[in-house]
C-alpha cells in the first residue's frame, strides 16, 4: 500500500515540476521508477508513455481552445513523429538497456545545458515575425507558413524516435526543430509540440501495450499522481520562483544522469 | 518547397474548440477510471511493483463489473491511449465536412500510421 501512494506522490512531483517549467513530465518519470522504484528500464519507459498522453492531452486541450497551438502544422508534423514513434518502439525492444540508460544519461545532461543556458525569450516572437522577406506578419505569428520543411520533417521522425525509446514527449526535439529551423514562433512552436506529443506517444505506447511492456499496477497510480501534479503546476505556474526551481531540476537532472550512467556501465 | 502555407481553414476556430473539448472529455473520462482502479489496488494491499495483470480485451468487462483494479486501470489506460487518435479522428470529420481535402488526407494517413502501430505490436508482441 505505501509503495502505491509513494508512486502517487512521485508521479504529483514529476508532473507539477515538469508543468512548472514547461516540460514533460517523462524526463522524471522514468528515473522515478529505475531509480527509486527499481523497475526496468524499459518498463520505466512504457508507463511514462501513458504519462505524457495524459499531460499532454490534458494541456493540448487548453492549447487548442485559446489556438495557441497550430493545428494543421502539428497534424502535418506528426505524421512524422508517429512513423518515427512506431520505428523507435521496435527498436526500443531490441537495444540492451544499459544501452538505453547512456541514451536517457546523454539527453538529460543535454536538457540540464539547456536550461543553464537559457535565458527569458524577449521579443522572441517578435523577432520571428520581423524576419525581413517571405510570409506576412500574422502568417509567422501564428505558425502558419513555414520554411525548411523537408528539414523540419526529418527532425519530426528524429523526435518520435527519441520519444519512443526513452519515453519522453520529444518536446527538446520537436520545439528547436519547429522554432529555429522552421521559423515558428516559440510559443506557437512549445503548444504545438505539446498537441503532436499525445499521437506520437500513443503511436509508441501501442506497441510497447502489445508487446506486454507496460505494467498495469505501476502505470495506474503513476499516471495519476502526473495528471494531478500536471494540474497543480499549471495553478501554480506565476505564483512559484522559477529560477530556484529551475537550479534544482538542473541538480536533479545531473544527479539522475550520473545514476543512470552508472546503470550503463553496470555499476548498479 | 522553401515556405509551406497551412490555410487555417475557415472554420473560425469552431473545430479546435470541438477536438480541445474531445481532448478534455477523454483525459477526464480516462484519469477517472484509473482513479478506481488504483483506490481498488491500495484497497487491495497489492503493492503496484508486483507484476500486473496481462490486457486481456475479453475479460475487461467482466473484471470490471467485479471491481477488480485491473479492469478499470487497463480500461483507463486503453482510454488514455485512444484519446489522441481520437483527436485525430474529430479532425478528419472535420476537415472532410469542411472541405479540406489535403489535411483530411493527413488525418488519415496519421490514423494510418497508428494502425500500422497496432499491427507491428501484434505481429512482434
Redesign the interface.
Known amino acids: 500500500?505505501e509503495?502505491?501512494?509513494l508512486?502517487?506522490v512521485g508521479g504529483v512531483a514529476a508532473g507539477a515540476f515538469g508543468s512548472l517549467l514547461g516540460l514533460g513530465g517523462g524526463l522524471l518519470i522514468v528515473p522515478l521508477l529505475t531509480i527509486g522504484?527499481?523497475?526496468p528500464l524499459r518498463e520505466a519507459v512504457g508507463v511514462s508513455l501513458?504519462c505524457v498522453?495524459?499531460t499532454?492531452?490534458?494541456s493540448?486541450?487548453?492549447?487548442?481552445?485559446r489556438?495557441q497551438?497550430?493545428?494543421?502544422?502539428g497534424?502535418?508534423l506528426?505524421?512524422f513523429t508517429?512513423?518515427g514513434?512506431?520505428a523507435g518502439?521496435?527498436v526500443a525492444?531490441l537495444l540492451d538497456e544499459r544501452l538505453l540508460a547512456a541514451i536517457f544519461a546523454v539527453v538529460l545532461v543535454y536538457v540540464a545545458i539547456t536550461m543553464l543556458r537559457s535565458r527569458p525569450a524577449q521579443g522572441d516572437d517578435a523577432a520571428t515575425a520581423a524576419a525581413a522577406d517571405?510570409?506576412s506578419r500574422s502568417?509567422r505569428l501564428?505558425?502558419?507558413?513555414?520554411?525548411?520543411?523537408?528539414a523540419g520533417l526529418v527532425g519530426s521522425v528524429g523526435a518520435g524516435v527519441v520519444s519512443a525509446l526513452l519515453g519522453i514527449g520529444g518536446g527538446i526535439v520537436k520545439v528547436p526543430v519547429m522554432h529555429l529551423v522552421m521559423g515558428v514562433p516559440l510559443r506557437v512552436a512549445t503548444a504545438t509540440s505539446n498537441l503532436m506529443i499525445?499521437?506520437t506517444?500513443?503511436?509508441?505506447?501501442?506497441?510497447?501495450?502489445?508487446?506486454?511492456g507496460?505494467?498495469?499496477?505501476?502505470?495506474?497510480?503513476t499516471?495519476?499522481g502526473v495528471?494531478v501534479g500536471a494540474t497543480l503546476g499549471s495553478r501554480l505556474g506565476g505564483r512559484v520562483r522559477v529560477g530556484m526551481l529551475r537550479a534544482l531540476f538542473v541538480g536533479v537532472l545531473l544527479f539522475t544522469a550520473f545514476e543512470m550512467a552508472r546503470r550503463a556501465v553496470g555499476l548498479s | 518547397m522553401s515556405t509551406l502555407r497551412l490555410d487555417p481553414g475557415g472554420t473560425g476556430g469552431r473545430l479546435e474548440s470541438t477536438l480541445g473539448r474531445v481532448l478534455q472529455i477523454g483525459t477526464y473520462a480516462s484519469i477517472v477510471l484509473v482513479a478506481i482502479g488504483v483506490v481498488l489496488l491500495v484497497a487491495s494491499g497489492r503493492s503496484p511493483l508486483e507484476a500486473g495483470a496481462l490486457l486481456v480485451i475479453g475479460r475487461l468487462l467482466a473484471d470490471v463489473a467485479a471491481a477488480r483494479p485491473e479492469g478499470f486501470l487497463w480500461l483507463g489506460i486503453l482510454a488514455i491511449v485512444a484519446t489522441p487518435g481520437l483527436r485525430v479522428l474529430g479532425a478528419l470529420i472535420g476537415f472532410a465536412r469542411g472541405g479540406e481535402r489535403v489535411m483530411a488526407i493527413v488525418a488519415l494517413l496519421i490514423l494510418g500510421v497508428v494502425a500500422l502501430g497496432v499491427l507491428a505490436g501484434l505481429v512482434t508482441g
Do not use: C, K, Q, W
Not at chain 1, 493540448?60 to 481552445?65: I, P, R, T
Open positions: 500500500m509503495v502505491g501512494l508512486m502517487l522504484f527499481g523497475l501513458v498522453i495524459v499532454s492531452s490534458a493540448a486541450s487548453v492549447y487548442l481552445e489556438r497551438a497550430n493545428l494543421r502544422l497534424m502535418v506528426e505524421l508517429a512513423m514513434a512506431i518502439g521496435l525492444f517571405g510570409p502568417e501564428t505558425g502558419s507558413a513555414v520554411r525548411r520543411v523537408p499525445g499521437i506517444a500513443s503511436a509508441s505506447a501501442i506497441v510497447y501495450l502489445l508487446r506486454g507496460i505494467d498495469v499496477n505501476a502505470a495506474g497510480p499516471a495519476l495528471f
